[in-house]
């Protein structure tokens, strides 16, 4: 640790006093006008920032000539010294304690560890190149053309201070004209790795220094190698806490904040008292962090304080420092200074653009495209910044030989880091926007402009629903519509070929789908585990061309579970069990009826395992040589001891089990351990008749060894632990996969929805949507085969995760409740803590939950409504199915025999494109012989539409594993259509018909809330039936959607068709039926209230009304017991 009681320059001789601006302190100090001075400095700062926000470096340069002006006044004047003396006391250690651990966290923070991490070897090999380039080159300029002659230690500390490139300097200029992420975190993490080496070097220096003059060169890599490995290891365990803490549902914004930043100081300031480097520890630390660590929108709150924290100490130490150079001799700034600031601002960027030329091979073995035109951008990146003025002082102080002018180190680094700021930070942009690097591609255009359209689209629905309303009549919609409109306007360029749209489309995929998890995980679906390995996957696959990420790519990311499952079973089969031999072998023989009672009892196996505890310190003497030498007897005693009882214990043993003796391992191992005691018994009295034969002495010593064995079973106690303890792993493995591949296929989902909006054209749109569909079922069927193995984890999981969404809801819904007045902020506050409270309780959810029985299923099928009414109908004739792997459920152009509800198992689904009941002249895709391929798990119903319209079946399903399922018969289906006509039935098409419309239509239907259970109680949506030549009139006030579900339609006023599934566009006012059957799904425009009469548009007659309807299901329980009444008589 270093010297806390020195000032910024160390003196060599006695207790003599510091000068201070070249005088000694032998007055009287006033420290209160210094924060006068520290709170002036953050105004003048702010004020400065504020009006000159394009040039960072202007607002330093002035900062630093004003602290040089202030520090001049306090050398010449006493008034002024006075306010500044305590900033010439304060200790550089402390200054850099104060400064550092901030700014290295937040640059450390912005890092994406994932990009990162895809390049560790070749940042870690460009940041050591990096680093022994500018030591070796740097410190040979200053030892060749520095006149102050400087020693060749404080030469290599100071070409240490100047190699190391400034974090959060090096990539601003970057960020602000579009570079891609992927490059600036290559450039911050070289800049963290020479910042971490630099603060250890610093730091052996700081601890040696007062001891040992001379380093060894195991002491430099013994003490670097446990710095770094401390450090990772504290800065790690730190993240860990502060990602609790964070995560932390009960915690406010405020309490996070203060919580989060002096954690950071207190990780910096543990690991410095230990010896290591917290700024290692740090960087390590906003590695561990991302966004997922945080709370819901509390990342930008911390990263605002961050920024305004690590913006302020910037302009405080620039001032500060300028203030120290002034306080120096003005005779030491002379020409030579002048001179030897422009050869080592000429070196340092030497230094860069040589180290670009040694790692381009490196970086051109990356899977990123790197080339020359990013070499040039590179090369001007070694920006110094805060870090290197921080260590600055040290310098001097850590100097073997002091020097006259120590501020000459300061004042070096600090215009060295001005003259980066400004000049690289202008020729890095100025470079990347000359060689085309700024420039956006045309995909990306071409999606920018889909983006555009559609959002100029919204503009226009918006003006166009705004001129209806009254109190907007009198507005200038001319002049709105002109003030609203975009205009960009992209340089025409040829258009690019189908790979490299295809190219630009998989990037947003990925954007897309990382976007998909993380609000996933926001919303409480998907845990934090699972989320950050699909994001890690995502941005792993992500670099490599042409490559849309699939389920078996996350399940390689995470690695095999197999490992586990192989060491379970080799633990069962090590597993200790009881055989034991019936009773009625021995008939009235009470010797062995005594003896069968203490085998197999309790206190007998207790009793082996207390035999071989008694034996751990024998054993311990017997290797012992010299206690062994001294109690031989015993030890021959204890032996004889021991080997009868095990002989004693096994024959008891043999004589009840007799041959099923051997059928366990662990009665062999006994056995063996018996035979090996009798030949070390015979070998030791042979030993006592020839104590001459050196080969009997030899061997019998090596048969003592052998004892040890005598401890191995031990073991099968701890086999059932270790049993348990494997089993609770396969389970969390099961239900992280689980996780992780539920939130693959949502992801997927959501990525169908927006891929319109990413390429307008068709062939584009279509090759991703097939990609798409095909990654979904593969992940569907690995859900399945998961399912299959562990039901009581999938249903455990999926039990916690409804009890998550339901009371997300409830959360949602007191938001608003809260948000409108009509619930008071206290008992908003109170009802809130309730609801965290449940949501947190959930971390204790049992692991796995006991699957249901058979008959509970029944209350899944959503169209029974779990009413007990219709579940005992149905129970009654229900009955269990068995299917072994392979066999086929049901084939296509076979006639239904029932409908199949799945319990457990899964099973897959081959078919040509449904016909939707549209004859095959009419169907575009009549000669279409792709097959298509759909997985049945637990939960899904087969043959549901081949029972209502009594056709032949469309699909074949064959099972993938063993299943299990609900068999309800064509004819069971039909009597309960029967009993409780007309709802039952209803019921079916209605959930048949919700079902179809979200599969095709989903982004249509993404704003409205179509629960089947909403559907049936408040006539949300409604099924219209429709025959051949029957019409149907639409009314788009009442309409809100209108689809065709099954069958076909015909607008009667332009005679154009639409066939199923089809959304029947608003100028469509009258249709006729033009198949057998059609059935088109009504969404409603309002929500009517509850039991209320409707409208009925139907000429036919064929749809009762609601009246009817509603009249009907209140009566159709007394219509089932009269006919339940009727059937049993």
Known sequence: MPNTNSSFWMQGEGNRPDLLCGRSATYTV?????????????????????????????????????????????????????????????????????????????????????????????????????????????????????????????SLLFSMTLGMTDPIHSVNSLKTIGISKMYTDIIRGESMIICGFTSICFGVFRSNSLHVAVFTELQIILSL????????????????????????????????????????????????????????????????????????????????????????????????????????????LNFHAVVFLFILFATVNFVRLLTVVLVSPILMHTSYEYNWKWGIVIAWSGIKGVFSLLLAPDIHNLAEKKIESPQLFILYVQVISLLTMGINSYMMTHSARTLGLCAISLPRQMAMQN?????????????????????????????????????????????PTEEVLIEEARLHVAIIQMSSFEKQCNDGILSVEAARILIGASKSYCPIQGKFMSIYDVSTYVRARSWLMKFKNMLTVLEYHKDKAPLFLYGNNKLLLFVHHIVFSEEFEYAGHVITVMYIYPMIIHLWPMARELNVSTLLSVNYYYIFLYIFRSALKIIILKR????????????????????????????????????????????????????????????????????????????????????????????????????????????????????????????????????????????????????????????????????????????NKVLLAKIKALNNFPMAIAPPTPDKYLHNIVWLENKDVLIEFFKERAKLAYFDYGDVICREGEMPQGIYLVISGMAILHSLPPTFGIDSS?????????????????????????????????????????????????????????????????????????????????????????????????????????????????????????????????????????????????????????SDLSKLLVVQAFEPAKNTDSKVMVNTGLRMTQREYNWKRKNEERCFQLSWNRSQS
């Open 660 to 831: 099923k003796y051997f059928d366990q391992y662990w009665n062999t191992l006994d056995f063996l351990i018996v035979l090996l005691g009798i030949v070390d018994l015979f070998c030791l009295y042979f030993v006592k008749l020839r104590p001459d034969n050196l080969v009997l002495i030899q061997f019998t010593v090596i048969l003592g060894y052998f004892r040890i064995i005598r401890f191995i079973p031990f073991i099968k106690i701890i086999i059932p632990l270790l049993i348990n303890v494997v089993d609770v792993q396969i389970k969390k493995r099961l239900r992280l996969m689980y996780g992780i591949t539920k939130g693959y296929v949502k992801s997927q989902e959501d990525t169908k929805l927006l891929i319109k909006h990413i390429s307008s054209q068709e062939s584009i749109y279509q090759k991703l949507y097939e990609i798409l569909e095909t990654n979904k079922r593969d992940a569907v069927k690995e859900l399945g085969l998961i399912e299959h193995e562990g039901r009581d984890v999938v249903i455990a999981l999926k039990t916690r995760q409804a009890i998550r969404s339901v009371i997300a809801k409830a959360l949602k819904n007191l938001t608003f409740l809260w948000s409108r007045g009509i619930i008071d902020k206290h008992e908003g506050i109170e009802m």
């Open 30 to 154: 006033v420290n209160s006008h210094f924060l006068m001075l520290v709170c002036s400095t953050v105004v003048l700062g702010g004020f400065l920032r504020t009006y000159l926000r394009s040039s960072e470096v202007t607002v330093l340069i002035i900062l630093s000539v004003s602290g040089f002006v202030i520090g001049q006044l306090a050398h010449s004047s006493i008034k002024v010294y006075q306010i500044v003396y305590p900033l010439l006391r304060t200790p550089s250690f402390s200054l850099y304690c104060y400064f550092a651990p901030i700014i290295i966290f937040m640059a450390a923070l912005d890092v994406d560890f994932y990009i990162l991490k895809n390049v560790f070897w070749q940042v870690l090999l460009t940041g050591l190149i990096s680093f022994v380039v500018s030591f070796i080159i740097i410190g040979y300029v200053v030892l060749k053309f520095n006149r102050d002659f400087w020693d060749l230690q404080t």
């Open 225 to 332: 190698c446990l710095d770094i490995l401390g450090s990772i290891i504290c800065g790690y365990s730190c993240a860990r806490i502060i990602q609790f803490i964070l995560t932390d549902l009960f915690s406010n914004i405020l309490t996070s904040v203060i919580l989060c930043i002096s954690m950071v100081y207190m990780t910096f300031y543990i690991v410095e008292f230990l010896g290591m480097s917290g700024m290692v520890a740090l960087v390590t630390v906003g590695l561990n962090l991302d966004s997922l660590s945080f709370k819901p929108r509390i990342e930008l709150i911390i990263t605002k304080f961050l920024i305004m924290f690590s913006a302020v100490f910037q302009q405080l130490l620039y001032i500060f420092f300028g203030i120290v150079i002034g306080c120096g001799e003005t005779k030491y």
């Open 451 to 495: 983006a555009i359209k559609h959002i100029q689209e919204i503009i226009q629905n918006t003006i166009t629903l705004f001129k209806t309303e009254k109190m907007l009549t009198n507005v200038n919609w001319t002049l709105v519509e002109e003030k609203t409109k975009i205009e960009y306007n992209f340089p025409e360029e040829e258009s």
């Open 922 to 1074: 009419l169907r575009s895709d009549r000669g279409s012989k792709t097959m298509f391929t759909e997985y049945c798990t637990s939960g899904d119903i087969i043959g549901e539409l081949s029972c209502l319209l009594k056709r032949e079946i469309e699909y074949t399903v064959i099972c993938e594993t063993i299943l299990q399922a609900c068999f309800i018969s064509l004819e069971d289906l039909y009597e309960g259509f029967d009993v409780f006509w007309p709802s039952l039935e209803y019921k079916i098409w209605l959930k048949l018909a919700l079902g179809i419309a979200y599969q095709y239509f989903e982004s249509s239907l993404s704003d409205e809330d179509l629960d089947f259970q909403k559907c049936v109680a408040f006539n949300l949506a409604y099924v219209e039936t429709l025959s051949s030549y029957n019409e149907m009139t639409i009314d788009n006030v009442t309409m809100k959607f209108v689809i065709i579900v099954y069958g076909s339609v015909i607008d009667t006023k332009t005679e154009v068709p639409y066939l199923a599934p089809c959304i029947l566009p608003k100028t469509c006012e009258q249709v006729q039926g033009t």
